[in-house]
């Protein structure tokens, strides 16, 4: 099984600080058990590494980011089964979600059920002009199981979630950017777009860009007052370890800050 691992999932480090995963099942990157063991064994490489601030993950296959859960593993397994297959679905999606590094997906073809919720876990989402995006599990009799019915209102809000689950139909990469689904578009190479972005992210502090993550998200989960405490408790705990002292020194001294 780690072979196929291996085989469907492979990755490499681009530049300093960005590792570059790509998905490569063909024909469309079905999250199979195989590539869902790849994506862990990815990040397991990008922890062991401990160098990684930003981690883009794209494909190989064209036409395709990742169409979704394998249907044809669904099709063959009892109900205890189908649990374990979530569950794993759901794990890899929370540890990317998780992870001490800025993610990005890079997307120029279908992100499909699955395909979507693994883009939703990213940190940020790039399309090329040939992105197409939907959760269509209503038309299996199911619903999203792997973080979509959660990660999906709070990019777009709730109306507009509601249009892409309950219809099923395939958001078209320019709808997509301006419904807040895809944080950028581009009409050229969809990887290059994203190595691009990940390049203006991998020089500030990676400590305090994880931090402005876990508070923005806090902001939907939390009202303003405790969120207003949560941010201070951020910033506070950034001036402490000496991160923050650091880039004022760095600003002071005008060189560039040499940021963990």
């Not at 681009?14 to 099942?25: D, E, F």
């Not at 063991?37 to 401990?50: I, Q, S, V």
């Not at 809000?157 to 807040?180: H, K, N």
Request: a negative charge; proline letters at 6%.
């Amino acid at each position: 099984m780690a072979d196929q691992a291996h085989e469907v999932v492979t990755w490499q480090s681009t530049s300093p600080g960005i590792l570059a995963v790509t998905l490569q099942r063909p024909p469309a990157n079905a999250l199979g058990i195989p590539l869902l063991d790849g994506l862990h064994l990815a990040m397991d490489a990008a922890e062991k590494a401990g160098d990684v601030k930003v981690m883009v993950i794209s494909s190989a296959n064209p036409g395709f980011f990742a169409a979704g859960a394998d249907i044809k593993h669904l099709s063959s397994i009892d109900a205890q089964s189908f649990t374990a297959y979530g569950d794993k679905m759901r794990e890899v999606n929370d540890r990317l979600a998780a992870s001490p590094w800025i993610s990005i997906a890079a997307i120029d073809g279908v992100a499909l059920g699955g395909g979507l919720e693994l883009a939703m876990a990213c940190t940020l989402r790039v399309a090329g002009p040939n992105g197409r995006f939907g959760l269509p599990e209503v038309k299996l009799g199911l619903i999203p199981g792997a973080g979509g019915t959660q990660r999906l209102p709070r990019l777009v809000g709730r109306g507009r979630a509601l249009d892409i689950m309950l219809t099923a139909r395939q958001v078209p990469a320019d709808e997509a950017y301006r419904i807040g689904l895809v944080d950028r578009l581009t009409d050229g190479d969809v990887v290059a777009a994203a190595n691009e972005f990940a390049d203006q992210l991998v020089g500030p502090s990676l400590p305090a860009q994880l931090s402005v993550v876990r508070t923005v998200d806090a902001a939907f989960d939390l009202p303003l007052e405790q969120g207003a405490r949560y941010e201070v408790e951020q910033i506070q705990a950034l001036f402490e370890d000496g991160e923050a002292a650091e880039g004022i020194r760095a600003f002071v001294d005008k060189r560039k800050p040499q940021f963990r």
